[in-house]
């Protein structure tokens, strides 16, 4: 007979198969082919032998790379072992991977007592070959020891979900997710439906439409991988989507992650509302049917869940919808199923503009903080959210495919959304803050900067909202200048004047600065680890403080830049080479000359030590005055005395910087997972009035070892003194400002000296 091999390569050669149908197709070839090694190994003699798939191949689903997972079940007096034998060794030569047991029935009973997993799988089982009645009573008895353990068996098999959830994270958000094991991934998706043979509430949940299509396009996404790298892998890496994407026919590889991110919310909304069913079906009916409890205007508390309830009207209430999810989040419950269909089917798009009732349910929704987020997510995954706010479909299940973002775009405006709730008593107007902290990046994914494209959006939306043409503005402003605070913080010279009033004209007003700044941190804090932080938050802290005085007409205090501590002027005064730590903050003495803050970023670079800002200072004796805020790149900051003799070996010749740093970056490329689905481009701009006393330069380029000692270096080539910098890092790509004067120790003027410092710059990024 033909080998499994090749007829499986034949399949997988085969383009035009994808996804579940590739599974079955699969499946039946794989059934066909064992009957056919089952009669050779049996010799025709069935009797009490029967050979089972269980788990996926039990579901009648193989993906290129799946295990044959078996059951040679019997009742004989002797183990079948040369039957087994003549099973197991043709399958591992066909490269096949097998996962095989041998049992008698009340073995597999002993194994389902001791062993979830093996429980699940003899969920799924059916009949591959052999005796037909000894197969149908053990696929009984499996059903059967479900239905009399499911509260225990159920329980431990949610469980064991939300361990593996905390293991592999959320599908939807993540930027290399595993198609399988993830929350929302197809273990859910097959846990759900395999548990619905045996706990009745899951039934109209795993029969959802909508879940089956969901199903599809993870399972197609997992055959696609598995066949473009001939691996069995479920982790859909950044190198592969694009391959995956194409063969899959998606236009591109953001649009196959948010196809995959759609289908994940949805298994994994799925699970939660199945097993919140599940918990409440084992623990019982809560109270007696037909006592409802009031909770608003056709609503009730019906059995642990918010449900219609008489004079409900979602068709002439337009806040029913919004109503009913408020209920459910200050109760701590959920949404009934049918209240979910019923509202979905009947609540018309709201009217222009929304009566205030409309607007009120909304923010409320959203000031209950993240205990909302699940029931937006159930409103959503009916279609409601896009039917309130039409701009929503756009950003929907939108990727932002690097490490910088743990979110989709619409899933990270909730966020921020619900994390401003927390920050509403630091402002006159929550209103305001919520309604701006949830439009702020809904331009994103449009032609143009998304913030003034948001903006206009916002314009549109809070306008239709209700809001009053101020309040309209304040928006807007909140849209269009959302970045500003955090951007202004860590690439600009708080102690320059012009800074600050930069910001005040931007801002406008102390009420909108007051929104701004709590915008700001929910955005920040709803983006991802790096976008936070104790250096961060004390410079926006800064920076805010000093915009509100200057928009108080009071004076803004600012300490002198020029004016070295007293350790400092004594570190100068003895005129040598000298290092000094405080905590993150690192006080580098040496003798003054061209590129020293490049030879120093670069041996930070190598002992592992990312640089948050730095300035330059003179003494009087021909010393400099280097000051760096630091943080670890990895672990722990270095011994500084190894950093002080590496700097003085580089001054003086004696340590190749530049070749270390080219080794060190050679290593780094080759370990590092990518961080972004594309290269971040290198740009350089120069910017003549951000400053009164500098120009600064800024630039954008992708994140590596002596990213800062390359663009100093190139800059001092250039033939400018670096006077402050500012570096950030987000996800891939690093964002660093520098304060430059020419010769003269002014602002360089428009003109060559300026074109030739971006050339040198880039020249030496590109060599990188």
Known sequence: MESLRSQRDELIADRALGGVEFCRRYAQVADEWLQALFEEATGGEHRGLALLAVGGYGRGELAPGSDLDLLLVHDRRQAPTTVAQALWYPIWDQ?????????????????????LKVALGLLECRRIAGDETLA????????????SRAERWLAAAGDAAAARHRSHGDLAFLLEPDLKEARGGLRDLHLLVAAASVAPPLSGVAADPALAA????????????????GRDTNRLSLQDQDAVAAAVASPDA???????????RTVAWSSDDGWRRVASWLTGPGRRAGADRAVGPGLVL???????????????????????AVAAVE??????????????????PPPDPWPESLRHSLVRLLDCGPPALATIEALDQKGLLVRLLPEWEFVRNRPQRNAYHRFTVD???????????????????????????????????????HSQVGAELAVSISGRMGFTPADVGIIATLVSQHLLLADTAVRRDLDDPATVAMVAAAVGDAPTLELLAALTEADALATGPAAWGTWKEGLVRTLVARTASHLAGRPVTVPAPSEPTAEQRAMLAAGR????????????VAPDRPGLLAVVAGVLALRGVDVLSATTGQGDNGMALLVFDVAPTYTDLPDWSQVRADVEAALDGRLALAERLAEQDATERRRRRRRAAATPRIEVGVHHGASAVATVVEVRAPDGPGVLSHIAAALAGAGLSIISARAGTYGAEVVDAFYVVGPDGAPLGPGARGDAAVAAVKAALAER
């Open 302 to 324: 019906r059995d642990g869940e918010i449900a219609l309830g008489p004079g409900a009207d979602p068709g002439g209430d337009p806040s029913h919808a919004l109503r009913a």
């Open 254 to 264: 953001d649009a196959l992650m948010g196809d995959v991110a759609g289908a994940a």
């Open 331 to 348: 109760y701590g419950v959920g949404l009934s199923r049918q209240a979910l269909d019923r509202l979905a089917a009947e609540t018309p």
């Open 214 to 229: 969901a199903g599809d396009i993870l399972t197609s996404a997992r055959v696609a991988l598995q066949r473009v790298t």
């Open 95 to 115: 490269g096949v991977s097998l996962d095989h047991s041998v049992r008698r029935p009340r073995e597999v009973r002993a194994a389902m007592e001791g062993d």
């Open 411 to 449: 899933r990270h405006l909730l966020e921020a959304a619900a994390g401003a709730a927390s920050l509403v008593r630091r402002v006159e107007r929550p209103d305001l803050l919520i309604v701006g902290t949830l439009l702020h990046d809904i331009g994103k994914g449009r032609p143009g900067d």
């Open 136 to 147: 149908a009573e053990v696929a009984a008895k499996a059903r059967d020891m479900w239905r």
């Open 577 to 588: 080479l000298d290092l000094k730590a405080t905590g993150e903050r690192l006080t580098v």
